[in-house]
Structures are given as C-alpha cells and as structure tokens.
C-alpha cells in the first residue's frame, strides 16, 4: 500500500495538484468566507459570490465576463453597446 501512494506522489506534477486543488469546492473562497454582519457586508458577500470567479479570467474567459451595474448611467452605456453589436452582426 505505500509503495502505490509513493508512485501516486511521484505522479502528481504541481500543475496537475494546483488542478486537483481548485477543483475541491471545500477551497473555493465563496465557501470560506463570512460576510460583516451589516446590510453592506451582505451586499458585499452577494457581488462577490457572483463575481468573485471574474478575476482569474484569461484568454477566451472574456467571453462569460460579468459587469455589475449600479446606476442608470452604466445600464444606458450596456444597452447602447448591444445595440451596436446587433447593429454590425446583421450588415
């Protein structure tokens, strides 16, 4: 039995351990954190636990990238946006 959990030990390169690591949901943040107990805290604790996965994103993660709107003048600018966007997908 050790001799096999050696060869597993050998066999485990960092990259393939940090994979193992990140995919355990008992070490993602949102699970391991606790929030001020305060309107503002929970408001915190809610941003982050739908934009917390936002800040690793590299390459084609762009695409799924999340943006909080907090006023008129940010949901303006998004819809204007997407309107240009359908704008030149139809020419």
């Known amino acids: 039995m050790i001799r096999i ?3 597993v030990k050998r ?7 940090l994979i193992i690591y990140a995919r355990d949901p008992r070490n993602r943040l949102c699970n ?3 929030p001020d107990d305060s309107r503002e805290g929970y408001l ?5 636990h739908q934009m917390g996965e936002q800040f690793a994103l590299f390459w084609h993660s762009y695409y799924e990238e999340k943006t909080v709107l907090c ?3 940010d949901v303006e600018y ?3 946006l997407v309107a240009s966007q359908v704008k030149y997908s139809h020419s």
Do not use: G, H, R, W
């Open 5 to 7: 959990y050696e060869n």
């Open 11 to 17: 066999s485990l390169t960092p990259t393939y351990a």
């Open 32 to 34: 391991n954190i606790i």
């Open 44 to 48: 915190q604790y809610l941003f982050f």
């Open 71 to 73: 006023d008129k003048k």
């Open 78 to 80: 998004y819809l204007m």
